[in-house]
């Protein structure tokens, strides 16, 4: 069993197995300086995660990630006023989610990270998960990190193309992964740039 977990009326992303024994990073260069994000549409509240939010946060957190046990790790990793979360008004439930965080899950980077990005499927094409990826990637920049970190895998394209329009770059560390990235950029109908 894995923890992707649908709930009623929520579905959840497919369940993919990873056939890679390395995850793909990408950093972005401070020198790219702050993005804009799009402006939030009507219905939807950026804020940050606020106490009582723990278990809408872990119902939004499983429809995309099978990891257990995360959360207060997370939150000890991450920076004050990192934690973006987006709410449906009507609904009150959490749909989008990104943290800005301290210090890396890769021993390749000691700077800050951009993690767990998910927005719920149900509220997708609404910009959500650009608004709060590009909220992390500015309070990284805030924070003075030079060259900050993300993992990702090779099935997140959604997510990858988000990354690469906020400019995040691939870090090649590995020789595999100029062409998993090359397929990655090519099913995007993109050209090919690395860090």
Request: with cysteine.
């Amino acid at each position: 069993m894995h923890g992707i977990r649908a709930l009623p009326g929520r579905p959840a992303y497919p369940f993919i197995e990873q056939t890679y024994s390395h995850q793909l990073e990408m950093v972005r260069p401070s020198s790219f300086g702050l993005v804009e994000a799009p402006s939030l549409p009507d219905g939807y509240a950026l804020r940050q995660l606020r106490s009582g939010d723990e278990v809408p946060y872990n119902d939004l957190f499983h429809l995309a990630f099978a990891d257990e046990g995360r959360f207060q790790e997370t939150i000890e990793r991450t920076l004050p006023g990192g934690f973006f979360v987006v709410d449906h008004v009507t609904s009150h439930e959490l749909v989008a989610s990104c943290v800005a965080m301290r210090g890396s899950s890769s021993p390749r980077h000691v700077q800050g990270q951009l993690g767990w990005l998910v927005t719920d499927p149900s509220h997708t094409r609404k910009g959500l998960g650009t608004i709060v990826s590009a909220s992390v990637t500015n309070r990284l920049v805030a924070e003075g990190y030079q060259r900050p970190f993300l993992g990702t895998e090779d099935f997140r394209i959604a997510a990858i193309s988000i990354y690469l329009d906020l400019g995040w770059r691939p870090h090649i560390y590995r020789d595999d992964m100029e062409p998993r990235w090359r397929s990655i950029y090519g099913y995007l109908g993109r050209e090919f740039l690395r860090d």
